[in-house]
């Protein structure tokens, strides 16, 4: 499995436990600590996904665009097209 794929998982794991730590320890309501771990959880979760998706790259080789007209170069430039046509 990709790591990074799994860090926005972890990050939001690891963001959950340090809010709920964290509230525990200064006497919080329970219910409290569990809405600031869900809270904590889903910023972690969706912060990661936001880094992965601008700053990872997909290893993709760049595709070479080539445009091709349908149309000559004389008859792009009509008035060197007569002048050739004169000279001839």
């Known amino acids: 499995m990709n790591a990074w794929k799994e860090f926005p998982l972890f990050l939001g794991s690891f963001l959950a436990l340090i809010a709920l730590s964290a509230a525990l320890i200064n006497g919080v309501d329970p219910v409290q600590c569990l809405i600031r771990g869900g809270v904590c959880y889903l910023v972690g979760s969706f912060t990661a996904s936001l880094w992965n998706m601008f700053f990872t ?6 595709v070479k665009l080539v445009l091709e007209t349908p149309q000559s170069h004389q008859e792009l430039e009509p008035g060197k097209a ?6 001839a």
């Open 57 to 62: 790259s997909p290893h993709q080789k760049p």
């Open 82 to 87: 007569a002048e050739s046509s004169e000279a």
